[in-house]
């Protein structure tokens, strides 16, 4: 299976945080933000990771290469100027296969357990959905929510069971197949085109979970981590 880590954002909320680092190579709990990620991807089995980035990309592939540091193999998609999410996973579907991978966003933090991607990611295929994702409960930023979750595990765009998609998730390559490579493009409207042929389910995640767009969630974060 692969995996894929969203790292080309900006990080305007961040600054002067990130104005000479990007966010994903942000200290956490003695170590980058990214690396959070990576470690774990390497204890569930996943060795092909592919990384994208725009700001700053050169210091996250000095500071990764090639990830045999990591016991992965770490490619990279550098953008010119960041394509979001969509066009960020089309211009790099070349390297992530032919079957459903997962997509980790590079500014969150969760203890979610990843072995669970290769039993997902089977069922994708078997029960032709063309994305799942990782939900968590609404936080005090995002009161609203995204998605709706169905006893089922069917995630739609209701407004009974909101839940907020935690950056987490595993897609089918068809979900992308009408996107322009190298264009930016927005997730959401691709999931919301599947969740109208009910093409994409859901699970509700209640263990650690933060979404680390400010200085002082990076803070409370790094102090949470280093009192564990």
């Not at 490619?75 to 394509?83: F, G």
Request: aromatic share 6%.
């Amino acid at each position: 299976m692969h995996a894929m880590i969203l790292a080309a954002g900006r990080g305007e909320r961040m600054r002067p945080l990130t104005d000479t680092m990007p966010k994903p190579l942000l200290p956490v709990g003695g170590k980058p933000l990214i690396v959070w990620h990576l470690e774990k991807l390497a204890r569930a089995g996943i060795r092909e990771v592919v990384i994208n980035h725009a700001w700053l990309g050169n210091l996250i592939e000095s500071a990764l290469g090639t990830g045999a540091q990591f016991g992965l193999n770490i490619r990279y998609s550098a953008e010119t100027s960041a394509l979001e999410t969509a066009g960020g996973i089309a211009t790099a579907l070349p390297m992530l296969g032919s079957d459903p991978f997962l997509v980790i966003n590079g500014d969150i933090w969760c203890d979610w357990d990843v072995n669970e991607a290769l039993v997902i990611a089977k069922n994708l295929t078997t029960q032709a959905q063309h994305a799942w994702l990782l939900l968590v409960p609404n936080p005090a930023h995002h009161p609203e929510g995204d998605f709706d979750l169905s006893q089922s595990g069917e995630v739609g765009t209701g407004a009974l069971n909101r839940y907020t998609f935690s950056g987490i998730g595993i897609y089918a390559p068809a979900l992308f197949s009408q996107t322009l490579v190298g264009q930016p493009a927005k997730l959401a409207p691709l999931l919301r085109e599947a969740m109208s042929n009910r093409a994409v389910s859901g699970t509700l995640h209640t263990g650690a979970w933060v979404d680390v767009g400010t200085p002082q969630r990076l803070e409370e974060l790094d102090q949470r981590i280093r009192s564990i």
